[in-house]
């Protein structure tokens, strides 16, 4: 267990850990006090030491969801994307008819991305046999985008209100 000494130090088995951020030990106690909360220290956790812990959390926690935001966002490998257009400023030109400089825009189009198909067969070969064999399977790349995507949003609904909110504002 962690004690504070009165010369604001941190003591644990007959090592003094200084309360510094850039300390790996000092990181070390505040992710100890992230997962194990009050159990990690005898008597009451400082307001400092849970104040640094607090903000190392919160820290993580936005970086986790802005990861997890990023990946729910790219699109579904078994659905695609459609055919879409953007139209993109190149440029100003003078407008004599409106007597004032105007954007000069270009429409670019996006192509789509077709939908990969949702299963694939795999073949497989005996040496002893000397035979193949066909089996049809769920496309590996869906179900690592699918395994990927549940996890990035197992993530962002496990983000607390105020976390979502810094990022999201």
């Not at 257009?85 to 407008?95: F, P």
């Amino acid at each position: 267990m962690y004690n504070l000494t009165e010369n604001n130090t941190i003591f644990i088995e007959g090592k003094f850990i200084p309360l510094d951020p850039s300390n790996r030990d000092y990181q070390k106690v505040l992710d100890d006090i992230i997962e194990q909360g009050v159990d990690c220290f005898e008597g009451d956790i400082p307001e400092e030491l849970q104040d640094a812990a607090d903000a190392k959390q919160f820290a993580q926690q936005v970086e986790a969801y802005k990861i997890a935001k990023a990946r729910v966002a790219q699109y579904q490998l078994s659905v695609g994307v459609p055919e879409s257009t953007q139209t993109i400023v190149t440029g100003e030109a003078w407008n004599e008819e409106a007597g004032e400089m105007q954007d000069v825009t270009e429409t670019i189009v996006i192509p789509a991305i077709p939908a990969l198909e949702a299963t694939v067969e795999v073949t497989t070969y005996d040496m002893e046999t000397d035979t193949s064999s066909t089996e049809t399977v769920a496309n590996p790349l869906i179900v690592k985008d699918d395994e990927e995507r549940a996890a990035a949003q197992a993530v962002i609904n496990a983000t607390p209100g105020p976390v979502k909110a810094h990022v999201d504002s």
